[in-house]
């Protein structure tokens, strides 16, 4: 296990509704990235967050936001689901702060179904 | 977008043979990595390779890069059961992230 850990598991909301995805970082990870795939595909990178900063961001609208806390802690918030939203929402964390690349430590990530 | 492609897309072996998977990649990059991910569940770090080198080795885990082709592979030696999973080439670009298409492994007993 990575020590990262996200909530809820598993949901299921309908078109419209808003969601909010939760991430605890493995302990003293300062760099939280976000990834959304979808059923057979490889991650998509959402957004990238370091010091409370959204830093860099992936093909994803204005509806797709994120928040860092002083804990590095984070969330992810998508407004007006649409039916293509359905996916796995993994959250990462790393120690290696802007622009990071190398290894990141995974969650077991949120499922998230769109009816 | 994706920028890797893995080969093949899925591929099932006997335990004890060697499994060997191949990622295509597009523009210059500073490092590519493996990971692995069961079943809908997170992924793994495997290995990183920079660049500047051209084979690495982990375990029962062989990487080569070659930048010139832009590929790479992952050789997975004297498979088990327990490899069964998705593995997925991931270059950098910039500030983040690009993961491949992924390659299914299934391992039988």
């Known amino acids: 296990e990575t020590g990262v850990t996200q909530s809820p598991t598993h949901l299921i909301k309908t078109r419209g509704q808003q969601v909010t995805l939760r991430c605890s970082s493995q302990?003293?990870?300062?760099?939280v990235s976000w990834y959304q795939q979808a059923l057979g595909q490889g991650p998509q990178f959402i957004f990238q967050?370091?010091?409370?900063?959204?830093?860099g961001r992936g093909n994803f609208p204005p509806r797709f936001s994120g928040l860092q806390f002083p804990n590095y802690s984070s969330e992810l918030n998508v407004n007006a689901l649409e039916l293509d939203d359905s996916a796995l929402y993994l959250c990462a964390s790393s120690l290696g702060g802007k622009g990071y690349t190398g290894e990141l430590f995974f969650g077991e990530g949120s499922r998230l179904t769109v009816l | 977008s994706q920028q890797g492609e893995e080969d093949p897309q899925a591929l099932s072996i006997q335990e004890g043979e060697n499994a060997t998977m191949n990622c295509s990649y597009k523009t210059s990059i500073n490092n590519l990595q493996w990971y692995r991910q069961n079943s809908g569940r997170g992924l793994v770090h495997l290995i990183l390779?920079?660049?500047?080198?051209r084979e690495k080795h982990s375990g029962r885990l062989r990487v080569t890069l070659d930048t010139s082709k832009k590929s790479s592979s992952l050789l997975i030696t004297a498979s088990r059961a327990a490899d069964t999973a998705s593995y997925f080439c991931a270059t950098d670009d910039t500030d983040k992230l690009i993961f491949g298409t992924g390659t299914r492994l299934q391992v039988f007993p």
């Open positions: 967050y370091y010091r409370e900063e959204e830093n």
């Open positions: 390779i920079r660049s500047n080198e």
């Open positions: 302990s003293g990870h300062n760099t």
